[in-house]
């Protein structure tokens, strides 16, 4: 049975980020719920990707295992499923395949084109391959999806201008009149959401900025790049007072920073962009500025406007590339067919000629050989040549191979039988 892509997906468009953190799974929890993917529902080609505003998972399988997924999801974070089934889009064949595509290139994302999703689509490609996820279907899909990247920035202006989460982050400091230059800001994690937020708030100008990571080594990098000051991680929350502004992208399941820790301080702005959230919503009672991802995605300006025009374009080559790719597989399945079919008739030939062969010399072996492969390779020319036109006059080739099988197994029964 031939294999189809699907896909299940909990995303800013239909659930909070209060719905989407329950989802969320770290590094370490990708990798579970990879083997649960293999041993539990005997999936073999997969990709799980998550992200501050979604969490998905794509995969190649006979049978349409969606719901099964979320039932699996759902307790592998120790929730009821059916609480939360009308948070997840399901996604099938050709659907599923433009899905991927939309994500990848930031049509999907809350900020349009955000430059960020596509690297985070190539860790989970890589996270896929590390965990032996990803074969020749998956392969072939994601590196047809890179391509049509590549070709989208190239073509069309849809990546041109700054926008995206960490850029927002940075922006709003300004937008908001949050704080000026020379105020004194502190960052909380080196890793790639706190990276892109350092050098953003480099270039703008910012002065007085302050890093902290668990592994101080990442900080110190950071801060040599960035011109910044280190602080030990762990001595952080009790220096929050100094600061105008703080920004949090720490990995957590709950909250890290509650509104004891902003109580009698000179904190104007809190910007949260963990996911889980790193931050208590109660903070904002303090007459503190509060950001979250959701919050941060509604600051659009007119670079939004520049790239939906540019949408049809994108649209268009994704198509092309989807076209392509949909050829390739239905060559492959027809290929698996034609090899298959042959592989049969060959079986057939052998055993018939078994017998046969014993009473012959090798003289006459040998021509009996000969012209017996040359009838079964025009025997097997006939349905071959027909089945291409098929597919010309876009036929299913599936549905052709399954024929094809199914009337000659038909015939070999009989054969059999006599």
């Not at 350092?198 to 960035?226: D, P, V």
């Not at 399945?333 to 090798?362: G, P, Y």
């Not at 006059?393 to 006599?418: A, C, G, H, M, W």
Request: hydrophobic content about 40%; proline content about 2%.
């Amino acid at each position: 049975m031939e294999k189809k892509f699907r896909a299940i997906s909990i995303t800013h468009e239909l659930a909070g980020v209060s719905i989407r953190e329950k989802f969320s799974l770290s590094a370490i929890e990708v990798e579970g719920l990879y083997i649960k993917l293999s041993e539990v529902l005997s999936i073999n080609e997969s990709m799980i990707l998550v992200t501050c505003n979604r969490a998905e998972i794509y995969y190649f399988h006979e049978n349409d295992l969606n719901e099964a997924l979320i039932k699996l999801w759902a307790s592998f974070k120790a929730l009821s499923a059916k609480d939360f089934r009308s948070s997840f889009y399901t996604y099938y064949d050709r659907d599923a395949i433009e899905h991927l595509y939309r994500v990848s290139i930031g049509l999907k994302s809350q900020i349009l084109g955000d430059i960020q999703i596509f690297g985070q689509v190539k860790q989970a490609y890589q996270s896929s391959l590390d965990a032996g996820m990803a074969a020749t279907l998956l392969n072939r899909l994601m590196h047809k999806v890179f391509f049509c990247h590549k070709a989208v920035n190239q073509e069309t202006a849809f990546k041109s201008g700054a926008a995206s989460v960490s850029y927002n982050a940075v922006n709003v400091l300004e937008k908001d009149d949050l704080a000026p230059l020379d105020a004194k800001i502190l960052v909380v994690g080196a890793g790639q959401m706190g990276s892109d937020i350092c050098r953003h708030l480099h270039k703008k100008g910012y002065s007085n900025i302050f890093i902290t990571n668990r592994t101080m080594s990442k900080a110190e990098k950071l801060a040599e790049e960035c011109d910044m000051s280190v602080i030990p991680f762990d001595m952080h929350r009790s220096m929050i007072d100094e600061f105008d502004v703080v920004y949090s992208t720490v990995t957590c399941e709950s909250p890290v920073y509650y509104p004891s820790h902003f109580e009698d301080t000179a904190v104007k702005a809190v910007i949260d962009v963990s996911s889980p959230r790193s931050v208590d919503p109660k903070v904002e009672q303090l007459e503190i500025a509060l950001y979250n991802v959701d919050k941060l995605g509604k600051l659009i300006d007119h670079v939004m406007r520049r790239r939906e025009e540019e949408i049809p374009k994108v649209e268009e080559l994704i198509r092309e590339s989807i076209s392509e790719y949909m050829t390739w597989t239905e060559d492959l399945i027809f290929s698996d067919s034609v090899k298959r079919f042959k592989t049969t008739l060959e079986e057939l030939r052998t055993q018939t000629m078994a017998s046969m062969l014993k009473k012959m010399n090798e003289e006459e072996k040998g021509l009996v050989e000969e012209v017996t492969k040359r009838m079964l390779q025009k025997i097997v020319d006939l349905p071959v040549m027909s089945m291409k036109t098929a597919c010309l006059r876009d036929q299913e080739p599936s549905e052709l191979s399954e024929t094809l099988n199914e009337l000659f197994n038909i015939e070999y029964k009989k054969q059999v039988k006599s």
